[in-house]
């Protein structure tokens, strides 16, 4: 795998982890002969990278990024060959150092495609992604960001605000810190992350995070009010919706199950495997593989796509007759 990183020292570690094994001396190097580029910068230096990037990218070549917010990168880049995207992997901690063999197994990684993304673009970077173990989910960019908003960055800055008010009440009681109970502990292992990162992502995603705080405000106010007036029924009901959320949040992921096929008819037109992708992914539906088989004549083709588990198979193959195009299962 080629690699260019313009920090010093950076692309040394990567040679040295595996990561790397063959250093460019500048990502235009880097991308000579390459069919898929990978862009890790801070969310704040993205656009001009991606600019950069797809200057010196080759026509087939199919260029993503990694960043945690997409709006960004996406509006306004109407490049067939460029693809957000997003894995849900690693943890606070950043860098190459910190690289390693299975951090994408089993991780979801969210792409964005555009109206004019390139189908067979889509589907290499589609594939690439799988191979590395991951679950590669089509999600339009400004649902991604809201998704993150409530899901990473808020918690990011609940984690904040909790650590700045704990040593701001033990500062004002002059006490020492006491043993923190693994609630703390866990609710604020985020806290203080990466500058350099964050205040890119917390700007950038600013208008989703601040719906989000809003949002927090206003269920702490009713919390609130249920305390003062000592009200037992309210309290014992928000605790335990709680509960039940986050059980249905954890039960989420599809049920496995046999992988089915479904062969899409669809014309040669720009934009229709990012509809058929987005569509499916707003869905809920996971697409396992997918290929792409043009007519000779390249006037039309199809779409085969394969869906894990029976009903999300029977879910994928009525959606997509409701977007008007035959499907199939051979």
Known sequence: MRGFDPAAGVLEQAVALGAVDDPCG?????????????????????????????????????????????RVVVEG???????????????ETAGVAYARADLFEGATWYLTPAAKTAGTLFERL?????????????????????????VS???HVLANVLVGQAAAALADEDERLPAAGPSFRDATRVAGANDAIWTDIYLAN???VVERIDET???????????????????????????????????????GGPVHELRASVPNQPGVVARLALELGRAGIDINDMALYPSSDMRDGVVALWIAGDAAANRAEALVSQLGYPVARP
């Open 77 to 91: 880049r109407d490049d067939p060959r460029f693809v957000g995207g997003h894995p849900l992997a690693g943890a």
């Open 217 to 255: 405000v206003r269920r702490l106010a009713d919390v609130r009010d249920a305390l003062t007036t000592g009200d037992a029924r309210r309290v014992t009901e928000w605790n335990a919706a709680a509960r039940t959320a986050r059980r249905q949040l954890l039960e989420r992921e599809l049920a």
């Open 206 to 208: 600013r208008d989703a």
């Open 153 to 155: 960055h808020l918690p």
């Open 126 to 150: 589609h594939r690439t992604i799988a191979g590395y173990g991951a679950r590669p989910v089509a999600i339009d960019a400004a649902a991604h960001d809201r998704l993150m908003a409530s």
């Open 26 to 70: 500048s990502s235009a190097e880097a991308l000579q002969g390459a069919d898929t580029a990978f862009v890790a910068a801070p969310v704040g230096a993205l656009p001009a990278v991606l600019d950069e990037v797809l200057g010196a990218a080759g026509e087939q070549c199919v260029v993503t990024d990694v960043g945690s917010t997409k």
